[in-house]
């Protein structure tokens, strides 16, 4: 094999000058591709594009289809069922392990191609688990800081928190050859699949962390295998991806995607309609119409798998007694809600659960019926006297967060709840561990098709709940454990049953209000499908 130096090359370039022998994409060549912009109501909770640190729906918004890829990925326009993306193919060698047969000719964002190194380097202590070790059922308990102002390449505790909710008992990635893998799990595991197809097991460059200075310059540009590729990215305000043309699934179909952070939906509405925006993310139903009588665009969007939900720090004074949080559930007309907020465009689900969980669906279960007379009852059986009980939310990060709020609260009232609202700048200030900690705004989504994606993912030991010290169940604890190893189809049901009866009802962790829904506004001219979820698709194929 012959090395040619930079100098070399230059010089046989301008001995072949006569022949005019051009490379495939030549500095000259005309890119006539489309560039667009996404006006998002916000880009990062976190200011980084790290999965692991961004465990959010906004983050599926940026992340899904654009930047990051998994081993197995899912078809965001067709039911969300698993898809082969870098791995081929995938086989159970048994209950604790499953080898994968990666994707050859993959190229990162830096030209590097993929290769089991790459693979187990994402699964690594120094990248996702710190010093953790595999042991389900044991909380890592996370403050509430942002904690990536550090210049090394110390991970924020977040990251290993977060590894081991999504990973509780893997031991690590078996190298078998330069594209073949193996997970080995500490213990038997059904949903290994499912686990491997969430966004916080997509693969990282290992040449590319170790090119980073820092965490954060890393965080901020990591090199991964989508699309498309950071160019630049400035936290609250915006976010440039431009065209990985050595994609392995076809040369993308936009030149530049550029997200810009506009909070107001007034505002997204306008630039949309002006054409400032190509996409106006996150429109409230009643806006629906009125973008819609302009004939040159549409709304698309309808349910995803994700549902929104009020979550209870039951160490407050005033919600230590489960009676006082039952009580919360039971004052809530939760279809009102979605008749006067979302036109009838969503629903209110069976729980924490979703019809696509097949055998484990828990039939005949429902939210806590609206029953004032009940809840009022409840708060006198527990002596509850009026004193007032915070709810932390943000300025609409959800869709019609405010108004929903407002109505909670009212009904809240109604039964004697003095309920106060906080309004809060970032997540960080709604987590901060203080005394007027009480009631939060969040949401929950399920990222495959089985409860140990939603419940534990969110609720079960190592899920932001226990982990950042709002509510904790010993039995709950105890039963996410068994879920998570059991191979007994029947008796996981079982299981799960029994979580939905403590979480939702007996000591309730959170109530769920309705089925989240998403709506994309954009020129019909655009022909673009949006898919069932909060992720954007603009990969060939999903793009005219």
Known sequence: MVNITRRGALGMATAAAGSLILPRFSIAQADNRPSITIAVQKISNTNTLDTLREQSNVGQRIFNSSLWEGLIGLNWLSGLTARPELATEWRRIDDKTVELKLRQGVKFHNGAELTAEDVAFSFSKERMFGNTQPNAGKTIYVNDTNPIRNQGKDLPPEVPA????????????????????????????????????????????????????????????????????????????????????????????????????????????????????????????????????????????????????????????????????????????????????????????????????????????????????????????????????????????????????????????????????????????????????????????????????SIIANHGPNGQQQQVGEWTNAEMNTLSTFLETSTDRAKRHDAFARMLQICEREDPAYTVLHQNAVFTGKPKALKWKAASAFAMDFRPGNWA
């Not at 936290?235 to 065209?243: G, H, M, N, W």
Request: aromatic letters at 12%; hydrophobic letters at 40%.
């Open 162 to 453: 977060t590894a081991r909710r999504i990973w509780p008992a893997l031991q690590g990635v078996e190298i078998v050859d330069k594209y073949t893998v193996r997970f080995v799990n500490g213990s038997s595991d059904v949903t290994m699949e499912g686990r491997l197809s969430v966004a916080a097991s997509a693969i990282a460059s290992r040449r590319g962390w170790e090119d980073a200075k820092s965490y954060l310059d890393w965080a901020r540009a990591p090199i991964t295998t989508g699309p498309y590729r950071v160019s630049d990215f400035k936290p609250d305000t915006y976010l440039i991806y431009e065209a990985h043309d050595e994609y392995w699934g076809g040369r993308p179909p936009l030149k530049q995607i550029r997200f810009v952070e506009v909070p107001e939906v007034a505002s997204r509405v306008n630039g949309l309609l002006s054409g400032e925006y190509q996409f106006a993310c996150d429109i409230p139903p009643d806006q629906i119409a009125g973008i819609e009588k302009n004939a040159a665009f549409e709304v698309q969007g309808g349910t995803i798998p994700n549902h929104r939900e009020t979550v209870f720090d039951k160490n407050h004074p005033q919600l230590i007694d489960p009676r006082i949080r039952r009580a919360f559930t039971h004052a809530i007309d939760r279809q009102a809600i979605v008749e006067s907020l979302w036109a009838g465009r969503t629903t209110v689900p069976a729980g924490l659960q979703w019809d696509f969980y097949g055998d484990m669906f828990v039939k005949g279960w429902s939210v806590p019926e609206y029953n004032p007379d009940m809840a009022r009852q409840l708060l006198k059986e527990a002596n509850y006297k009026g004193d007032a009980i915070p709810y932390r939310l943000l300025d609409n990060y959800y869709t019609n967060q405010t108004a929903t709020a407002q109505i909670l609260v009212e009904m809240w009232n109604q039964v004697g709840l003095n309920v106060e609202i906080a309004v809060k700048e970032n997540w960080q200030a709604i987590l901060e561990k203080t005394p007027t900690r009480a009631v939060r705004d969040w949401s929950s989504t399920a990222g495959f098709n089985d409860p140990v994606s």
